[in-house]
């Protein structure tokens, strides 16, 4: 969601004001989402590196932050809406913890349409504590059957094989595991990277970069990519099957 300085900067207002019109912008297309068909959406909010910003922007964010959590729970009172936040929630102070776990906790039975806020997010953190808690695994596994006498060299061939960590673990472990990997990743703001952005999960995406700043995206930037999506929608799912 790049580009809400720059919005703030260009129309005079003072730079929060590029946050909050972000945020505003954010609920509109969760909305646009919901009522387009589209199944899941996921939003890089804040990433571990941004608590490098000054304070008074850091706070900001997570400011609206909570006020998202609250409309976003007011709107899943009505409408049947998964909210899941990933990314290191240690990160996140006491307070903003508690009430995205609460959050996660009372939407985590929907499943027609699910929203992800990706925050204290970075996809290379999100690889190493996803290995590290693949080796726990394994570890514990390993000290549980690991120490019997069987010296058969078969059974420790498989022992071998059962103690290695695969694809499969790799994926399951990591924050991201919440939802599927994404059809299409939008960059706002003009941006061509991806600034450790689910690199993961992104392999057979399409890339949209548009010009627009974060806060200006409508529902007709939606609908354009959607449709660019499908154009190429036998290319995408050719590349996704293969996969398999
Ligand atoms: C759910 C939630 C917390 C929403 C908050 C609002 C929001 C849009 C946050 C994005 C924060 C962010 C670090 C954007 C990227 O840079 P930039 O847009 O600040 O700066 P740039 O204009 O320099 O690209």
Redesign the pocket.
Known sequence: ???????AKRKLLEEGA??DA??M??LNLIIYCYELGVKYIT?Y???ID?FR?KPS?VQK?MD??KE?MTVLAKIAKHHPIKVNFAGNLELLNAELRDEARKLMGATAEYSKFVVT?C?CYCCTDDIVHSVEESCREKHYYHSYIGDSHDDDKDNDDKDDERHMIKLVDIEKNMYMAVTPDPDILIRT?DGHRLSNFLQWQTCHSLLASLST??PEIGVWHLVKVVLDFQQNYDYFVRKKLQRL
């Open positions: 969601m790049d580009g809400n300085r720059r919005y590029g946050h972000g945020a912008a954010l939003a909010a804040f990433s941004n910003r922007e964010i609206l932050l998202c806020i925050v703001g700043d974060w």
